[in-house]
Antibody, heavy 118, light 108 residues
Framework: QVQLQESGPGLVKPSQTLSLTCSVS??????????WSWIRQHPGKGLEWIGY???????YYNPSLKSRATISGDTSKNQFSLKLRSATVADTAIYYC??????????WGQGTPVTVSS | SSEVTQDPAVSVALGQTVRITCQGD??????ASWYQQKPGQAPVLVIY???NRPSGIPDRFSGSSSGNTASLTITGAQAEDEADYYC???????????FGGGTKLTVL
């Protein structure tokens, strides 16, 4: 059974970098044909796709976040990470990591809340 | 356009059938996936592809598509089906994901 677990600071100051890690068990972040993804949900709002890293290391981002987001993978630790630069209060959300196969997100982490505040 | 739109809220009487829809031009060429999210929980995939259910999803959940509209149908809605439902799609490049705004389902 594939399991994902987000971790990282729950509080980030404005203008700093929001950094989160997703630890994966039951699969390898280097396994073929899977997209390792970050998705967020603002309080009381819908889902917003941030981006993903493909098994071959290629990355794809939501155009609205592309200039600030970086997703990277670490096969030695079986983790992948999100860095969102120049955080603002608008980045306050629950952040989910997920594994996608083809056109659907089949496994999700439980989510981790992040607040951007001074 | 790669946007997909959903009705904000739908209600259904217990035991009746309800259809939740997702509209967008991209749905003419790819299938939507559907996710159920209950308060305080992560989303759960309920339908993917033409009409596929992951293991553990009751067979009262089904999916269909016609033109630019994808539909999630719950046949015989149960109280535990009350949740938010999201569809997703891909933009023209196929590399960027777009979520619908979500539909809040109330089971009366």
């Amino acid at each position: 059974q594939v399991q994902l677990q987000e971790s990282g600071p729950g509080l980030v100051k404005p203008s700093q970098t929001l950094s989160l890690t997703c630890s994966v068990s039951g699969d390898s972040v280097g396994s073929a044909y899977h997209y390792w993804s970050w998705i967020r949900q603002h309080p009381g709002k819908g889902l917003e796709w941030i981006g993903y890293i493909y098994y071959d290391g290629s990355t794809y981002y939501n155009p609205s976040l592309k200039s600030r987001a970086t997703i990277s993978g670490d096969t030695s630790k079986n983790q992948f990470s999100l860095k969102l630069r120049s955080a603002t209060v608008a980045d306050t959300a629950i952040y989910y990591c997920a594994r996608a196969s083809h056109d659907y997100f089949e496994y999700w982490g439980q989510g981790t809340p992040v607040t951007v505040s001074s | 356009s790669s946007e997909v739109t959903q009705d904000p809220a739908v209600s259904v009487a217990l035991g009746q059938t309800v259809r939740i829809t997702c509209q967008g031009d991209s749905l003419r060429r790819i299938y939507a996936s559907w996710y159920q999210q209950k308060p305080g929980q992560a989303p759960v995939l309920v339908i993917y592809g033409q009409n596929n259910r992951p293991s553990g999803i009751p067979d009262r959940f089904s999916g269909s598509s016609s033109g630019n509209t994808a539909s999630l149908t719950i046949t015989g809605a149960q109280a535990e089906d009350e949740a938010d439902y999201y569809c997703d799609s891909r933009d023209d490049s196929g590399n960027h994901v777009v979520f619908g705004g979500g539909t809040k389902l109330t089971v009366l």
